[in-house]
């Protein structure tokens, strides 16, 4: 009998969830609609919105681009936002129309976000003022014919829309001058939507939702393909993973994390709509002060994070000084959580910090420790509902419980592949539905599973995927560069950093100019935090430099 599955049904954890009961992910917002219409949905900067008015609002969105915009189903249309009451209209109103979501980092420089508009085929953008001068650089050379602009305080109730935007423009002065001259406002597309009536769209498992892109081995990234039933699957699977601890309709989960990751969108905008909850959206959780200051207003009960996020919260003694008495479920992911991280958690808060599992290409939830463990264990858990995991060797050989090998994931979450990268899809989807995740586990004999290390070269910065390949690209673009190689090093606060070896072309080169020169072109976790300039760097017989040599022993 499989390890696993033996644990999950001594722990009481289902093993398996009802995929027809919605068909596609506007099916699951229309019952949250009828169950929970006058609930807070979302809630940001002191202005909520409940189920029945987002309900209205991304019809009229979704009625905009259908018959305002006349845009296709199956169109793809980028999202450029950070946590905002923007975000979900858009995203819902977009599926609504059977159109497909890409999400975009609102921090990507014109060379990212050129490359991602240009893969997606993306023909509309919603984009925030504060990142539209980032869009105008490379519009041309993009498919981009409809931009939908936003200021951070749109959504907000007259007269404290127009005070909060004058104070970002004005004040604050965090929206750089652009020449967008055809751009539409957003309120202005919801206010002339509202005047049409969406042509509803029948949708099913098969039809993709979101093109969420992550980076690949080569350095290129890619558009992880996501369906309706991928994401409907990742609902039910987590949604059943933490039922015993939530209640419908009575929940405020805390969403930092930027919804634009596919952690934070499925965990918290889609499992908690599900269940009727109000998600708490705080647009810069990097201002700790004003992150604390902000949950102690509501009555709180859930939050998800990562290891970084927690522990920042954990240093600031604000914290320790909010009401926890609601608080049921805290939830960690994207990087690993540190034993001390949720030892000091637990001590503080009075709930455990329970650790999860997942990849872009599982939608992303994998794996997951059961609500009811009575400690951290330091595990990623075991395979959440219909999902099954296998520790395999280099052959493909199942290895049994203790032995390290590449970690595989089979379940309805997996994607359907790479957008338009047939030979990238093979290397990671096989023949027979496992996804390959690059990372070395060990399931213990009790069915846990353990990661040890990454097999890939990947970094992992606060969470967020960094590769090797795009940095070294960048880097060695710079005139002063002859080689270079990336590699990541541990770090206190981000889990791990960006650190590369250069050998000068330029003998007055320095790592200012070098880093000066990544800012220009990288977002800031994967701007190198360390420099170390050489002679030469270690290479194999064939002239491959080997970054495992420079890797601290």
Not at 152 to 179: C, E, Q, T, Y
Request: charged share 20%.
């Amino acid at each position: 009998m499989d390890q696993a599955w033996w644990a999950s049904y001594q722990l009481g954890v289902p093993r398996e969830i009802d995929m027809d009961e919605f068909a596609a992910i506007p099916a699951v917002l229309a019952r949250s609609v009828a169950r929970f219409g006058e609930r807070p949905a979302f809630l940001n900067m002191g202005k909520s919105i409940s189920y029945a008015e987002l309900d209205q609002q991304s019809s009229a969105f979704a009625a905009y681009l259908q018959q305002v915009l006349k845009l296709p189903r199956g169109s793809r249309v980028a999202v450029m936002l950070p946590n905002l009451l923007q975000y979900p209209i858009a995203i819902f109103g977009i599926l609504r129309a059977g159109m497909v979501v890409v999400n975009v980092n609102p921090l990507y420089t014109p060379r990212e976000l050129s490359h991602q508009l240009k893969d997606s085929g993306s023909v509309a953008i919603v984009i925030l003022a504060n990142f539209a001068h980032t869009l105008e650089e490379i519009i041309n050379v993009s498919d981009v014919k409809h931009v939908l602009l936003t200021e951070i305080g749109d959504r907000l109730d007259f007269p404290k829309r127009l005070i909060v935007n004058a104070v970002v423009k004005h004040i604050k002065k965090m929206v750089p001058a652009f020449n967008l001259p055809k751009h539409i406002k957003f309120n202005d597309a919801i206010s002339a939507g509202s005047k049409h009536k969406a042509t509803p769209v029948e949708l099913g498992h098969s039809d993709i939702a979101f093109l969420q892109y992550t980076g690949g081995t080569t350095g290129v990234a890619k558009g992880a393909i996501l369906t309706h039933g991928n994401i409907v699957a990742n609902m039910q699977q987590a949604h059943a993973w933490i039922a015993p601890v939530v209640n419908e309709g009575t929940e405020t989960i805390v969403t930092a994390l930027p919804l634009y990751h596919i952690f934070s969108l499925t965990a918290n905008c889609m499992v908690f709509s599900k269940i009727g909850a109000t998600n708490l959206l705080i647009t810069n959780p990097r201002d700790i002060p004003g992150f604390i200051k902000e949950i102690g207003k509501y009555p709180v009960t859930c939050m998800t994070g990562v290891n970084t996020l927690f522990n920042a919260l954990l240093n600031n003694a604000d914290f320790a000084k909010l009401d926890f008495s609601k608080w049921k479920l805290a939830l960690g992911g994207g990087m690993a959580v540190q034993h001390a991280v949720a030892d000091r958690w637990v001590k503080t808060t009075g709930v455990r910090l329970i650790e999860a599992y997942g990849l872009t290409e599982t939608s992303p939830a994998a794996m997951m420790n059961p609500m009811n463990l009575p400690e951290f264990n330091g595990m990623i858990g075991l395979p959440i509902s219909s999902t099954i995991g296998e520790v395999r060797n280099e052959e493909g050989k199942v290895l049994p419980p203790g032995e390290a090998g590449e970690l595989f994931i089979h379940g309805p979450q997996v994607m359907a592949g790479y957008w338009q990268r047939p030979d990238e899809t093979a290397k990671v989807l096989g023949k027979d539905g496992f996804v390959s995740t690059g990372d070395v586990a060990i399931m213990s004999p009790s069915g846990f599973f353990r990661l040890v290390d990454r097999k890939k070269d990947m970094i992992l910065v606060s969470g967020f995927n960094v590769y090797p390949n795009e940095i070294e690209d960048v880097v060695a673009s710079h005139p002063g560069v002859l080689e270079v190689a990336c590699i990541g090093v541990n770090d206190d606060k981000s889990g791990e950093a960006v650190k590369i070896f250069v050998v000068k072309k330029d003998p007055k080169l320095t790592q200012e100019e070098l880093i000066a020169h990544c800012r220009k072109n990288l977002t800031n976790y994967k701007i190198p935090r360390q420099v170390e300039f050489r002679d030469s760097l270690p290479k194999s017989n064939v002239g491959k430099i080997l970054r495992r040599e420079l890797r601290p022993t």
